[in-house]
Antibody
Framework: EVQLVQSGAEVKKPGESLKISCKAS????????IGWVRQMPGKGLEWMGI????????RYSPSFQGQVTISADKSISTAYMQWSSLKASDTAMYYC??????????WGLGTLVSVSS | EIVLSQSPGTLSLSPGERATLSCRAS???????LAWYQQKPGQAPRLFIYGASSRAAGIPDRFSGSGSGTDFTLTISRLEPEDFAVYYC?????????FGPGTKVDVK
């Protein structure tokens, strides 16, 4: 059974750094892209970026380029997304999702990030 | 970047009725690269349709996708109570993904 287990909810202050994770199981981690999707409160889905764990090829949405860093550790089948300096506007649910090159078959349950002073 | 629009924003229907959801792209999208997702409140999205018309595993056949170029459609032939949710289209092109803003299907 394919599972994407995301790290728990985070409460942070503006300016703090954060790294959230997504641990995959049940499939060959290095053979499928993993993407990250933001959903702000009451809003729609926004694609942030994607990584191919085999060679760590990474692509970012222009809207998120330079705002976050996506990485993966294939030795533990885990993808990450990190911020160096959070803003209040980063408050959102963040989903990881895996799949082929064109759609996301499997989704994690999401990590809720709250940023407030 | 390809921009997706969806219409209507909200579709109010009764169980048993037919739902037709539209997704329009700002430029041509390969049919292979158009997907639809369902999201219910408090849940992660779920892939329903990929390649514009192929149902994902476990998706009932009352759901169908069609379209090409810039215009795509998700049709629910007869709404069941569990189908009331938000539906998003998504495309892949030029190494980028984008989602549409979503159509909410709610109970009339």
């Amino acid at each position: 059974e394919v599972q994407l287990v995301q790290s728990g909810a985070e409460v942070k202050k503006p300016g703090e750094s954060l790294k959230i994770s997504c641990k995959a199981s049940g499939y060959n981690f290095t053979s499928h892209w993993i993407g990250w999707v933001r959903q702000m409160p009451g809003k729609g889905l926004e694609w942030m970026g994607i990584i191919f764990p085999r060679d760590s090829e990474t692509r970012y949405s222009p809207s998120f380029q330079g705002q976050v860093t996506i990485s993966a550790d294939k030795s533990i089948s885990t993808a990450y997304m990190q911020w160096s300096s959070l803003k209040a506007s980063d408050t959102a649910m963040y989903y990881c999702a895996s799949g082929g090159s064109t759609a996301f078959d499997y989704w994690g349950l999401g990590t809720l990030v709250s940023v407030s002073s | 970047e390809i921009v997706l629009s969806q219409s209507p924003g909200t579709l109010s229907l009764s169980p048993g009725e037919r739902a037709t959801l539209s997704c329009r792209a700002s430029q041509s999208v390969s049919s292979s690269y158009l997907a639809w997702y369902q999201q219910k409140p408090g849940q992660a999205p779920r892939l329903f349709i990929y390649g514009a018309s192929s149902r994902a595993a476990g998706i009932p056949d009352r759901f169908s996708g069609s379209g090409s170029g810039t215009d795509f459609t998700l049709t629910i032939s007869r709404l069941e109570p569990e189908d009331f949710a938000v539906y998003y289209c998504q495309q892949y092109g030029n190494s980028l993904f984008t989602f549409g803003p979503g159509t909410k299907v709610d109970v009339k």
